[in-house]
């Protein structure tokens, strides 16, 4: 029973770590070098290196950058946009460091799944952030970095103190990305065939015009 509780744990902590980092990589590290750091929390060999000073120091610098950037509308949706080469490869990293010293391929498969979450988890938070920006007032993109920051911090203590909790909450936002994903998708085109049409330079009378000037006259000349 002990192993089977240990096995999950490790699960647990695989993939709590790696959905993190897709939505917040710096509150993600924080959290887990705090808490080694405080004794809280025996970290995998793999890990120990997010309890050192001087990333613990790197990573609340990028979050309290992340914490203003992350609540201007626009200044989000870019941040997010350029976090997507970042979040995703450490959230594998930080998984397959959270299996400890295991063979290689179970190092392999955390590396894998951990990305894999990262990427689903970013991909919901960046989408989400599009379709919020269509909105007037800032006030949701406030509300919208405060929660994700929450669950953050409530996920990966779920994730340490109740890993089979955790497991289950996690299957059931998997099934929440899959039926929101697809009208997250189709409201960000929309939206950005509106700032292509914006931006274009012609707007659509302009092009009647055009293509009227081009018709030819009843007597077979065309417009001059």
Not at 21 to 30: D, E, P, Q, R, V
Not at 56 to 78: N, Q, R
Not at 188 to 200: H, N, S
Request: glycine share 10%; with cysteine; hydrophobic share 55%.
């Amino acid at each position: 029973m002990d192993q089977l509780e240990q096995i999950t744990a490790l699960i647990a902590l695989t993939m709590g770590v790696g959905w993190a980092s897709g939505i917040n990589l710096y509150a993600t590290i924080l959290m887990l070098g705090l808490m080694a750091n405080m004794g809280h929390l025996q970290l995998p060999a793999g890990l120990d290196i997010v309890a050192d000073p001087m990333v613990l120091m790197a990573a609340g610098f990028m979050y309290c950058v992340e914490f203003f950037a992350d609540k201007i509308p626009g200044v989000d949706t870019g941040w997010d946009a350029l976090h997507t080469f970042i979040r995703i490869p450490a959230g594998a990293a930080l998984a397959a460091g959270a299996v400890g010293d295991m063979n290689e391929a179970v190092i392999v498969a955390a590396a894998l799944v951990g990305g894999s979450l990262s990427a689903t988890s970013h991909a919901l938070k960046a989408g989400g952030r599009v379709m919020i920006n269509t909105s007037p007032e800032p006030v949701t993109n406030w509300t919208a970095s405060v929660a994700e920051d929450l669950a953050v911090f409530g996920g990966l203590w779920a994730a340490l103190n109740h890993p089979v909790a955790f497991l289950i909450a996690l299957v059931l936002f998997i099934a929440l990305v899959i039926w929101l994903l697809p009208k997250i998708w189709r409201g960000v085109k929309k939206v950005f065939a509106f700032l292509v049409r914006l931006f274009g330079g012609r707007d659509d009378s302009t092009q009647i015009n055009e293509n009227n000037n081009a018709l030819p006259h009843k007597n077979g000349r065309f417009k001059n």
